[in-house]
């Protein structure tokens, strides 16, 4: 895990054993902040942050231009895997990678199963 405060990791690596078909997931704050990630050693963290800030971006305003405010949940499968986006109530993201043969929809119901821990642990972490 890397920079995140201590509840907010905790509820990233419970979701993490929950789901053996998680790969890494992170938590966006609703302005894009990279807040927790259990991406390895030695990958650049301001490169997946700008990336997935990017992405939700992109969600946000598909939603929007289909008349939705927001989109609760998106997979984005490709050839190496799959990317899950759980929305949190403040306007952030929980994000999960998976390989390709992952079980997207049990891996979609843990995470918003783990939705209220990492929304707690990021409202813990804001006071």
Request: glycine residues 12%; neutral net charge; proline residues 2%.
């Amino acid at each position: 895990m890397s920079e995140g405060n201590g509840a907010l990791d905790r509820a990233l690596a419970d979701l993490r054993s929950l789901s053996g078909d998680i790969e890494t997931c992170a938590v966006l704050g609703a302005e894009g902040e990279l807040l927790a990630s259990s991406h390895p050693t030695g990958v650049d963290r301001q490169r997946a942050q700008s990336m997935l800030a990017a992405i939700c971006g992109l969600v946000q305003r598909l939603a929007r231009e289909r008349g939705k405010r927001y989109a609760s949940q998106v997979q984005v499968q490709t050839s190496v895997g799959h990317l899950l986006l759980v929305r949190l109530e403040g306007g952030g993201y929980l994000a999960a990678t998976a390989n390709p043969e992952a079980r997207v929809g049990l891996v979609l119901y843990d995470m918003r199963n783990a939705r209220a821990a990492v929304q707690e642990a990021v409202e813990e972490g804001g006071r």
